[in-house]
């Protein structure tokens, strides 16, 4: 917004039909504009610098005020960032460097010419794509939430309101009672998409029947699930689509007061969202009587400051009201007992993201996407070892292996599939032979893992399954509150348990260990911290119970991780004596000179694997158990002819 | 008036203060000494001064920096989270005064207020240095090898993880996810994300810091 310039406030729904108007006429739809996602992904690769350097392009060339650039959120395929799109055109380039925008300023800006080497190529076929729709990426995605994503600038209202923005909200307020949002919510059969798939119209309705006033909304962005990043995308790509979700979930309540609980490891998404709120109640979508209805609403922004166990309901609520953020019994719900003992109503934030997209085109079209008991899309961040890694959105009931091998593009490197976690430490893995099965809520529950907020790690050949489940163990155990001594203790005994096994001091003895404490802690935690922690463990346990087995009876780590059972080794058939290694050994571990194969000493050897990852013939192995085959010192180089 | 040198934020001011063997640095509130030699003599001059002149009423020092917080969020106590870490954005770490003016203004207990600090991560008791460095070990960084970055900044930095450099040049942190793990393994420094990275790139991003003095 300018200077000087009057902010229109919006009283009506008319008000905002006429201000949706003027913001499309006075836009020019040929206007060259450059949209470039800045969020956190693409910025680590350098985005910022891209659009400084557009900007002085721009200006130099005397172009600033006929081109629009837009710092846009997150727009899903950050494995090739910095992405940026150029619009009327569609043209959409990838891995864009800040010495690639002269060349796109003077050819595609102002001549329309397309850069074939900023095109995605495809890595199989090699060839050059220049549809979005026809990346193998995008191509299996049903993008709803995410698709604006590309087009906004998310600090801007107007770009929002351009799109039809807050006309869902116009519609909730106007044409609609409170029961009838409800019972359309409740219709849509939405599901929490924060892991638990709690139906969201049902606990709407329940904190709606709670007595106490005043009534509370909240929006858990404490995304603090390892390898899960879709809340931070949509708070930082479209902050008012949730806010829009979140006013019209207060009025279907009949809240007046709203939270929205970030991370602080998301700067930018407590840039944005706090912008947004500004611009909000400035168009008076918030604050005291929104668009001249009776409903007045008002929301704050709450940073959390780094616990994991606070995206737990209960305890996000007591971190709200300024105390330590540990989870409590819950004999009584937060719907109806939440933040200072009133009626609170948490959903996570893409939860509220769904809810203007289903008061606007009905909860009919809504259950025409994915299945009859998981409708809709979910987001999933989809990492690891897989090729295309990034954001993907997806409607529900696709299976794993289209996720994985057409939308990821296959496995990193061309090794094998091992298993894929879902769910982040509260879930579990899934091995090759459940690839096959639909991705909704109660499928993955029955395999022992969960939805969980949508983090999708892909693991290959070489990652230990203990080692996974001991980490994830690990994690738990220094964020575990310590409130219940199932989940305390608990954890602490399966890390040391599960650390002996890595280690190589492992029994049968283990094994039934870990079976008695998982049990216990599944029955008796306090929370869902504790109760579901046991996931990866037992998960791993029951598909990869031979990888559990060969750590314990053979002392090998089969995928060669686990560093007490693993040892270095160079093959004298291979090794030509080019003394890299050697130079690179941190410990000086290695011995050898020109035309004499070098040896390992396992004496001195720190497994730090520098030199496995240096040597340019693969002549270092990873050997398990460690017990290297005898080596004499000072064998000549067979040279390779 | 002395002109103090802050060996923990390199802040440079005229201490104009009566205290004779530390002065506080008005920036970070690191302990700074002040000189033998220079003081003598000005000191003396700076006690008449100051009782000469009137004692100002409103809060001066860290009480000041304090209140000004406090009152930004209406001194209510359950905003204690957002109050202290926006103080701890402000210089770094959380000092003891700081957590006891902020328990005398709010008027809550000062056990309160440290339990606070102690259960949530990302307050800081100890003074930080210049450069914040915090290496992702989420789930998926750690499958793309976050694990060889933190060994090579170790091994660089010479601190292990939680520590700062006895220079105050660099603290070394690990974090759960920085929600960057499309392009793992990921470090931030200040703010700065890094992604894709290996051990050598590390290495020259460590030593581009160096060269700049600490940015």
């Not at chain 1, 979910?378 to 990034?390: Q, R, W």
Request: proline share 6%.
């Amino acid at each position: 917004m300018k200077e000087g310039c009057k902010i229109p406030r919006i009283n009506s729904p008319e008000d905002l039909e006429k201000l949706r108007e003027e913001i499309l006429a006075k836009r020019d739809p040929n206007r060259p504009c450059v949209a470039i996602c800045v969020s956190a992904g693409c910025s680590s690769l350098g985005s910022l610098q891209v659009v400084k350097s557009f900007r002085e392009e721009l200006e130099k060339q005397g172009l600033a005020d006929k081109v629009d650039i837009k710092a846009t959120g997150c727009m899903g395929f950050c494995e090739l960032g910095p992405r940026l799109a150029i619009y009327p055109k569609e043209i959409f380039y990838f891995k864009v460097k800040p010495e690639d925008v002269p060349e796109i300023v003077s050819k595609t800006i102002l001549k329309g010419e397309v850069i074939e080497r900023l095109l995605y190529k495809d890595p199989v076929t090699g060839e050059t794509i220049r549809k979005l729709e026809d990346i193998p990426f995008y191509k299996y995605q049903y993008r709803l939430l995410l698709e604006n994503n590309a087009k906004i600038d998310p600090k801007n209202i107007e770009d929002y309101i351009a799109i039809g923005g807050y006309k869902a909200l116009a519609k909730a307020l106007f044409q609609m009672t409170p029961e009838q949002v409800i019972e359309e919510i409740k219709k849509s059969n939405l599901r929490g998409r924060g892991g638990g798939g709690f139906p969201a119209g049902r606990k709407w309705e329940t904190t709606r029947n709670a007595p106490g006033e005043p009534k509370y909304v909240i929006v858990n962005c404490d995304e603090g699930d390892p390898g899960a990043f879709m809340d931070r995308s949509l708070m930082e790509g479209n902050p008012h689509l949730v806010l829009e979700g979140l006013i019209i979930g207060a009025y279907a309540i009949g809240a007046s007061q709203g939270y929205i609980y970030v991370r602080e490891e998301y700067p930018l998404a407590v840039e944005n969202i706090t912008v947004a709120i500004q611009q909000a109640r400035e168009y008076g979508l918030l604050g005291k009587n929104i668009m001249g209805s009776n409903f007045s609403f008002d929301v704050e922004v709450h940073k959390g400051a780094g616990a994991f166990v606070s995206g737990e309901s209960s305890a996000l609520m007591t971190a709200i009201e300024g105390k330590v953020g540990e989870p409590r019994p819950k004999y009584i719900h937060t719907a109806v007992k939440g933040i200072r003992d009133k009626p609170s109503c948490l959903n996570n934030v893409e939860t509220w993201a769904n809810v203007p997209h289903i008061i606007l085109n009905g909860a009919e079209w809504f259950l025409k996407i994915g299945t009859p008991t998981s409708p809709g899309t979910k987001i999933f961040s989809l990492v690891g070892k897989v090729n295309n890694t990034g954001l993907v959105e997806v409607p529900m009931g696709i299976t794993l292996r289209d996720i994985i091998f057409k939308i990821g593009g296959g496995i990193r490197g061309g090794k094998k599939f091992k298993a894929v976690q879902t769910g982040g430490p509260s879930g579990g893995v899934i091995p090759e032979q459940y690839l096959d099965t639909p991705v909704d809520f109660d499928s993955l529950t029955k395999l022992g893992s969960m939805m969980g907020s949508g983090g999708m790690i892909v693991m290959d050949e070489d990652t230990c399954m203990v080692d996974v489940a001991r980490f994830f163990i690990n994690f738990l155990l220094e964020e575990s509150c310590g409130k219940c001594i199932p989940c305390r203790e608990g954890l602490r005994v399966l890390n040391k348990v599960l650390t002996d096994i890595c280690e190589g001091r492992g029994s049968e003895e283990h094994l039934r260990i870990i079976e008695d404490v998982t049990e216990t802690m599944k029955e008796a935690s306090l929370c869902a911290l504790g109760t579901t922690a046991v996931n990866p463990v037992l998960t791993t346990l029951n598909y990869f119970r031979d990888e559990y087995e060969a750590h314990i009876k053979e002392r090998r780590c089969p995928a060669k991780v686990c560093k007490a059972l693993t040892a270095y080794y160079i093959n004298p058939d291979k090794c030509q004596a080019c003394l890299i290694c050697l130079r690179n050994c941190p410990s000086g571990a290695i011995k050898g000179e020109r035309d004499i194969v070098h040896v390992i000493d396992q004496e001195k050897c720190i497994k730090c694997g520098i030199c496995y990852a240096v040597c340019p013939f693969g002549a270092v192995e990873k050997i398990s158990p460690p017990v290297p085959p005898p080596v004499r010192y000072g064998i000549k180089v067979k040279r390779k002819k | 008036m002395v002109k103090l040198t802050c060996q923990h934020c390199g802040y440079v001011w005229d201490y104009r203060g009566e205290r004779e063997y530390y002065a506080t640095c008005p920036r970070c509130l690191y302990k700074v000494r002040i000189p033998e030699v220079k003081t003598r003599g000005v000191k003396e001059k700076l006690k008449r001064n100051i009782i000469a002149k009137e004692q100002p009423t409103k809060l001066t020092g860290v009480a000041g920096l304090v209140s000004k917080v406090v009152e930004e969020y209406q001194y209510r106590s359950d905003m204690l989270i957002q109050i202290l870490l926006k103080l701890q954005k402000n210089f770094g770490w959380l000092p003891m005064e700081v957590l006891m003016e902020v328990s005398k203004q709010l008027n809550v207990p000062l056990s309160y207020v440290y339990r606070i600090v102690t259960f949530y991560k990302a307050f800081s008791l100890a003074p930080r240095g210049r450069n914040l460095i915090r290496v992702c070990m989420g789930t998926s960084c750690k499958v793309r090898g976050a694990q060889t970055i933190l060994d090579r900044l170790v091994s660089l930095l010479g601190i292990g993880p939680g520590e700062t450099t006895p220079d105050f040049q660099f603290t070394l942190e690990t974090v759960n996810c920085l929600g960057c793990c499309a392009l793992g393994p990921v470090i931030t420094i200040n703010d700065n994300y890094y992604g894709n990275l290996t051990p050598a790139s590390v290495a020259k991003i460590i030593e581009k810091i160096k060269s700049e003095g600490g940015m």
